[in-house]
């Protein structure tokens, strides 16, 4: 086999495994681009885009023996530092009269309350409970789909799930876009304008940020 045959295998065996590599990457990051892609335009004009919040709440009273039970847990909390998990018995009974998940959760204990944040992507919530009456209460803020999907991609208040997904999405699209590259400088001596068209990419972002961010 000839010096240029086996150059030109070699060339066919990268460019095959780099269109290989792309395709699955693109694959992979899609679904992903397109709304990294639409939250980043909605993040950019969020002044334009009003926003109403729905704000809903609920009110209640916990019997005698959950409260009781509660101040005995109370110096347990305040020996860390005033922040635990709420009882099982309070998340039962919270799941039960309203269908609220606050397991997991650290609440803020002090003398006379239980105060507990529950932010979430799209909105926001709490729960407050005092100890020396029993009255509980709950509120909730909804800022709807919007704000939900401009907070996915901020990563706010989205857990440990999400925060995975936008790491692995993020290499795919470094996979992405590294083959992409390679594939390019293969064919750019067909393809005239390559190079080009890759400066200008890297050029115009640098000469805005330095022309007009201050």
């Given at each position: 086999?000839?010096?240029a045959a086996?150059?030109?295998r070699?060339?066919?065996y990268w460019l095959?495994?780099?269109h290989?590599?792309?395709w699955v990457?693109?694959?992979?990051?899609?679904?992903g681009?397109?709304?990294?892609?639409v939250?980043?335009?909605?993040?950019?004009?969020?002044?334009?885009i009003?926003?109403k919040?729905k704000?809903?709440?609920?009110t209640?009273?916990?019997?005698?023996?959950?409260?009781?039970?509660?101040?005995q847990?109370l110096?347990?909390?305040?020996?860390?530092?005033?922040?635990?998990?709420?009882p099982?018995?309070?998340?039962?009974?919270?799941q039960?009269q309203w269908a609220i998940?606050?397991s997991g959760r650290?609440?803020?204990?002090?003398?006379?309350?239980?105060?507990?944040?529950?932010p979430?992507?799209?909105?926001?919530a709490w729960?407050?409970l005092?100890?020396s009456d029993g009255?509980?209460e709950?509120?909730?803020t909804?800022?709807?789909?919007?704000s939900?999907?401009?907070?996915l991609?901020?990563?706010?208040?989205?857990g440990?799930?999400?925060s995975?997904?936008?790491?692995?999405f993020a290499a795919?699209?470094?996979?992405?876009s590294?083959?992409?590259?390679?594939?390019l400088?293969m064919?750019a001596?067909?393809?005239?304008f390559?190079?080009p068209?890759?400066?200008m990419?890297?050029v115009v972002?640098?000469?805005l940020?330095?022309?007009f961010i201050?």
């Amino acid at each position: 086999m000839t010096p240029a045959a086996t150059a030109n295998r070699r060339r066919a065996y990268w460019l095959k495994t780099l269109h290989e590599w792309h395709w699955v990457s693109s694959a992979l990051c899609l679904i992903g681009m397109v709304l990294f892609s639409v939250t980043g335009f909605t993040l950019n004009h969020a002044a334009s885009i009003e926003a109403k919040p729905k704000v809903s709440s609920l009110t209640g009273t916990i019997d005698d023996a959950l409260r009781g039970h509660l101040a005995q847990q109370l110096p347990a909390a305040k020996a860390h530092k005033g922040k635990a998990e709420p009882p099982a018995e309070l998340q039962a009974w919270v799941q039960k009269q309203w269908a609220i998940d606050i397991s997991g959760r650290e609440a803020e204990w002090s003398d006379d309350e239980i105060y507990l944040s529950l932010p979430r992507p799209g909105g926001d919530a709490w729960l407050r409970l005092g100890l020396s009456d029993g009255q509980i209460e709950y509120e909730r803020t909804d800022r709807g789909w919007l704000s939900y999907f401009n907070d996915l991609h901020k990563g706010r208040n989205t857990g440990v799930a999400w925060s995975w997904f936008i790491d692995i999405f993020a290499a795919a699209a470094l996979v992405f876009s590294v083959t992409g590259l390679f594939i390019l400088k293969m064919h750019a001596g067909n393809r005239p304008f390559t190079w080009p068209m890759v400066g200008m990419g890297f050029v115009v972002p640098v000469l805005l940020a330095l022309l007009f961010i201050h």
